[in-house]
C-alpha cells in the first residue's frame, strides 16, 4: 500500500526578518503576505510557527509561488503533553 506524504513547511518570525509591518513580501521561496492579525499573533507569541500556504497567483502578478500564513503553534519546540506506552 502506498502513502502519500505531504510535508507541511513552518515559518517562524525570525525566518522573515521580523518585519513590523503588514503585507506583500518577496523570499527565496516565493511572495508570502503578512497580515496585521499575522503579526499581533508574532508580537504576542515571537516563538510561534505558522503553517505556510501556497496560493494561485493572479495572472498578471509577478512570476513566482505565493504563500501566505495557516494554522500556527506557539509552542513549536516543546515537547507532546502526553505520552504513549
Do not use: C, N, S
Not at 518570525?13 to 509591518?21: A, P
Not at 503585507?23 to 516563538?47: C, E, M, S
Not at 501556497?54 to 519546540?77: K, N, R, Y
Request: aromatic letters at 12%; glycine letters at 8%; hydrophobic letters at 35%.
Amino acid at each position: 500500500m502506498a502513502v502519500d506524504k505531504t510535508t507541511v513547511d513552518k515559518i517562524t518570525w525570525d525566518r522573515v526578518g521580523r518585519v513590523t509591518e503588514p503585507g506583500r513580501y518577496i523570499y527565496t521561496f516565493g511572495w508570502l503576505t503578512i497580515t496585521a492579525g499575522d503579526l499581533d499573533i508574532w508580537k504576542q507569541y515571537p516563538h510561534a510557527a505558522f503553517t505556510l500556504l501556497g496560493h494561485q497567483a493572479e495572472p498578471d502578478e509577478t512570476v513566482g509561488e505565493e504563500f501566505h500564513l495557516g494554522a500556527f503553534d506557539i509552542t513549536p519546540d516543546a515537547p507532546p503533553p502526553f505520552t504513549t506506552h
